[in-house]
């Protein structure tokens, strides 16, 4: 039930793009992202919900592709503050429950 | 801006003593997620509250873990008796979900790092 997430690390340099892909095993009700720094709490990021809407935050989007059963993460002209491990959290069943399984995280590097 | 506060911070303890992490939700917030994190599993539902009352709490071992919400601002994670394989970081999370908006963000607190000796 847990989604994969691949890579698990990329390595960039500042202003490289990079995508972040997250798939599922089972139908999707919503996708959201979340992005951890070392040593601190994860921060939300998006909600992706049925629809294949792509939703924006900064230079970071993500689609949402329902017959796939994933959910892409896309980071544009990446910045050394893009560093941190993302995770995709999925949510099978509409009913407000909230429940998320997360992903082991795709661990992202951005180097001067 | 809101937070949602963990406590301790840090807990280094021995085999078989009992531990107990605190958790401040965001004010108004009316749904309450335990999660453990290792680097082995990532992320881990333990257990989850809605208006208090618990809602799920399978991803927890019933035997020596236990949680609570004895009022609106505090909700409660125990072991007892611990184990080092319960060393990790637990993260404490609060939203507002009401079923006509759906989904809402979880917003973590900075988490409690156990280590079992």
């Known amino acids: 039930q847990q989604p994969v997430q691949s890579p698990q690390a990329v390595i960039l340099r500042e202003g490289e793009d990079a995508v972040i892909n997250c798939s599922s095993s089972?139908?999707?009700?919503?996708v959201h992202w979340y992005r951890q720094k070392h040593g601190e709490a994860p921060v939300f990021l998006m909600i992706l919900l049925k629809g294949g809407e792509q939703k924006g935050h900064e230079k970071i989007s993500a689609s949402f592709n329902e017959k796939k059963q994933q959910s892409s993460l896309y980071l544009t002209a990446s910045q050394l503050s893009y560093s941190g491990t993302y995770f995709c959290g999925t949510e099978i069943t509409r009913g407000g429950s909230e429940k998320l399984v997360f992903g082991k995280g795709t661990k992202l590097t951005v180097n001067p | 801006d809101a937070r949602v506060t963990q406590t301790p911070r840090h807990k280094v303890t021995e085999m078989g003593q009992e531990v107990t992490m605190r958790c401040q939700p965001i004010?108004?917030?009316?749904?309450v997620f335990w999660y453990r994190q290792t680097m082995m599993q990532g992320l881990e539902l333990l257990a989850y509250?809605?208006?208090?009352?618990?809602?799920?709490d399978s991803g927890m071992p019933k035997d020596r873990f236990s949680a609570e919400m004895p009022d609106a601002t505090l909700a409660t994670l125990k072991i007892q008796p611990s184990e080092p394989r319960d060393s990790a970081v637990y993260f404490c999370?609060?939203?507002?979900?009401?079923?006509?908006?759906?989904?809402?963000?979880?917003?973590f607190g900075d988490g409690t790092r156990l280590s079992i000796l």
């Open positions: 004010l108004g917030h009316n749904t």
């Open positions: 509250f809605r208006n208090r009352a618990p809602l799920d």
């Open positions: 999370a609060s939203g507002l979900v009401r079923v006509a908006d759906g989904n809402q963000p979880q917003h």
């Open positions: 089972k139908a999707l009700y919503s």
